[in-house]
């Protein structure tokens, strides 16, 4: 079975920095788009960062300029780097990869999610 850990969160004064890091273990031969999201209470889950397996990147517009995603493939290890932190990016922060399976006649992609890390930002 696959399974996504992250690591990285924490609690960091506002304007400070944090890096999250997420790495795949299993059974794996590829995986597609990877990215992080995050949910703050009483909010729903929204994308903050995507990465496809071509290094395309997608930011939320609230995290642009602040927030840099970026991956090795060798070690099947996602990274968000999250700098100028704000008291608003405080929330439960969870990896997301897609991931290729086959069989001898079948393939298909299952949506993988890590169990998320705390990230708050106060002073």
């Known amino acids: 079975q696959v399974q996504l850990v992250e690591s990285g969160g924490g609690l960091v004064q506002p304007g400070g920095s944090l890096k999250l890091s997420c790495t795949a273990s299993?059974?794996?031969?590829?995986?597609?788009?990877m990215g992080w999201y995050r949910q703050a209470p009483g909010n729903q889950r929204e994308l903050v960062a995507a990465i496809t397996s071509g290094d395309n990147t997608d930011y939320a517009d609230s995290v642009k300029g602040r927030f840099t995603i970026s991956r090795d493939n060798a070690k099947n290890t996602v990274y968000l780097q999250m700098n100028s932190l704000k008291p608003e990016d405080t929330a439960v922060y969870y990896c997301?990869?897609?991931?290729?399976?086959?069989?001898?006649?079948?393939?298909?992609?299952?949506?993988?999610w890590g169990q998320g890390t705390q990230v708050t930002v106060s002073s």
């Open positions: 299993g059974i794996i031969f590829s995986i597609n788009a």
């Open positions: 997301h990869a897609d991931i290729p399976h086959y069989g001898s006649s079948w393939s298909k992609t299952v949506d993988y």
